[in-house]
């Protein structure tokens, strides 16, 4: 019998059918063969090439079952790392995705049988954070390359840095309030203010309060109201010309002396001004800021092995407040990357752009200057409730690029 052509419809049917994904029980591991209904699988299990395979098993079964373990858990650990990084998933989720793939290693192959025991064995290992929830089995890779310890490390000591800075802050203010106290002391003022007491009271005593009433007022005839007005606008009007030759009399130039104590003064309000807005400002920051809408680009160089290393992309959805699926431009791919994989993308001057974080977080804007010197722009707010304000010297990572269609 002749054999079907490529563009039969026969050779066409068979096409289709070795698409996706097929039934488990009858796939052939040792010889990695896929067979589509059980009369197949029954021929294959009879034939000359199975039995070899299942003499050279039988030699040492042990070892073919850990070189597929090892296998398995190469290949899992790949994806895990290259998909989802150090995002929390859901294990059964990220399963479905694994097995997606028609050419994958099975898992009844290996020395886990279950789902549940090779996570088990993923926390045992120290190579993810396992955790059970009423939803299932959650996983979360640990990423143990030198590059992100590196970059942990240079974070927790930038934070370790700030928390210091706000503790000086903090230390200054405490030491102006301590003299301002002991100042207003020294001048005899009240500085606790008055002491409060609980009001106590014997029992069947009233309280009773004091409300004074206003004494009625005689009704006056209007000529003689205009007459007091009258001698009251004159009063007022010498007393006023008194005053104002006794404050010129009175007037006299300072000394130097008064004069560098009031440059002081207005240096120690100005500086306090200044700690109370940083301090201010440090409170408004979020330790998040991917947002959606915004372009941002891709800084590490293991995410598809260099191939996505500085390539922009959009913002589409954020997981978890620090994660986000993300669309490449070019070359066109979606990823799931950690925020700090990623950093944000400054425009050029008069383009649309989104302040991410800080005071004005979440708030659109018009670039209109970038001062590369100190690493920071000017925006104008195009929304808001200060709409049209001018804000100067954000900082590069608080502002990103937002995207047009």
Known sequence: ???????????????????????????????????????????????ESHQRMLLLVAEDPLKVVDSFSEEFESTFMSQLKRTKNTLRVSANVFYNEYIADKEHLHMNSTKWSTLTEFIKYLGREGKCIVDETPKGWFLQYIDRDPDAIARQ??????????????????EVIDEMMRKDREAAAARGEDVDGPALTEMKREDGEKVEFAVPLRKATAVVSSDAASAFKAQVKAAGSTVATTSSKASSGQKRKKSAMELIKEEEEAKKLAKL?????????????NDHWLTVGIVVKVMNKKVGGGKY?????????????????????????????????????IPKAGRPVLVVNGQHAGVEATLRSIETDRFSCTVELVNGRNRGQIVSGIPYEDVSKLHVE
């Open 273 to 285: 001004q200044r700690l109370e807005a940083e301090v201010g400002a440090r409170a408004n920051r």
């Open 153 to 170: 490390k240079d974070l927790d000591r930038r934070n370790k840095a700030d928390k210091d800075d706000e503790t000086r802050q903090r």
């Open 1 to 47: 019998m002749p054999k079907h052509g490529f563009m039969t419809a026969k050779a066409i049917g068979n096409r289709q059918k070795a698409k996706g994904l097929q039934k488990l029980r009858w796939f052939c591991q040792m010889c990695q063969k896929q067979c589509r209904d059980e009369n197949g699988f029954k021929c294959h299990t009879m034939s």
């Open 309 to 345: 290393f500085k390539a922009k992309g959009v913002v589409k959805e954020v997981v978890d407040r620090y994660g986000a699926k993300i669309r490449i431009l070019d070359p066109k791919a979606t990823l799931t990357l950690d925020q700090d994989d990623c950093e944000t993308v």
